[in-house]
């Protein structure tokens, strides 16, 4: 049972991405950061909840759900790259292709081949499946940031510009979201000051 | 938009799922326990990875994969019944039932009816979807205890029939990962008299 012992590896070795810290805290505990198991899961039932206002179709939802449980396992190698930090986009891709690698690798060759390509189309955002899971990736951080009070912008002291940009999926793609949500809290913490206008 | 808001309500009422912890710890650290996010987005890619050893037919997956998402929501409110240690089974039926009417009622309508029947169906464990989704709670589980050196079956001292019993639907359902993983190991913590003959 070479096969087995191989997928049971990997599924020891993920465990791990419960120690990946992210910028966010969870709900009510802003000393808590939530970790990568933890956005994975609240990411698969944001998507699941709100599929009426996501204008991408047609799209498969085992497909979505299983990149969405899946896209952050890079991290376990190759950390967290906060969002609105600063970093160099090549090191992230190449940190994140080689951790890829490193982790399907555990897999069975059938299955290490689908589930890199699955990453793959996730971080190229070139399918709907991966469109929809992006808006998503976006859209859990989003809420969980607005629920600590801006604790990740208030950390970091983004631009209205590069905040925008973060949550273009969901302008796009799912603009009901986007104007009923988001919109109206960017506006909020811009005239806080804690979104930068300049 | 109140159906929107009431979906963001939910959304963000789960969040307390990450704050319910359970009895198994993270592999590598025996003082963090597992919350129930962590353990339900462990156990859907479990569920995932492992589908050729399962002898359930026909599934469903993206059933499957919602039911595992949302199986532990109703512990925010009655908190986790740990699987070795005592409880009235009437108590936490009637507990998880009214927690499950609680949390479910932040959806809309036709939301809450679809969700409510999912969690039904996998406490009834009824259905291939349900039983499939039950086979991996308890593998999850028992490969989160092993990799802490069984540090649950340490601290509840189960008798070789209640560990017998919690794995039976592995036994039934997943006969190969039974015989490969969990048998051999049961045998192991029963030599070392952690798991109790008597």
Not at 8 to 18: A, G, H, Q, S, T
Not at 108 to 124: G, I, V
Request: glycine share 4%.
């Amino acid at each position: 049972m070479e096969k087995l012992n191989n997928q049971l590896k990997f599924l020891l070795e993920i465990d791990k991405v419960k120690g990946i810290l992210r910028q966010s805290v969870v709900m009510g505990d802003t000393t808590r950061q939530e970790n990568d198991a933890e956005h994975s899961w609240h990411m698969a039932i944001c998507a699941l909840i709100l599929q009426e206002y996501v204008e991408l179709s047609p799209i498969n939802m085992e497909r979505v759900l299983k990149m969405i449980l899946i896209h952050d396992l890079v991290e376990i190698y190759s950390g967290d790259f906060p969002a609105y930090s600063e970093y160099s986009i090549e090191e992230k891709e190449k940190k994140e292709l080689e951790s890829a690698n490193k982790i399907f690798s555990f897999l069975p060759k059938e299955q290490q081949k689908e589930y890199m390509n699955l990453w793959l189309e996730f971080e190229l955002c070139s399918t709907n499946d991966a469109k929809y899971a992006t808006v998503f990736d976006r859209f859990q951080g989003f809420i969980q940031n607005i629920e600590s009070d801006g604790h990740t912008w208030r950390k970091f002291g983004p631009s209205k510009e590069k905040v925008e940009e973060r949550m273009r999926p969901i302008a796009i793609y799912a603009p009901k979201l986007y104007k009923n949500i988001i919109y109206a809290k960017m506006e909020e913490y811009i005239k806080l000051g804690i979104i930068k206008l300049f």
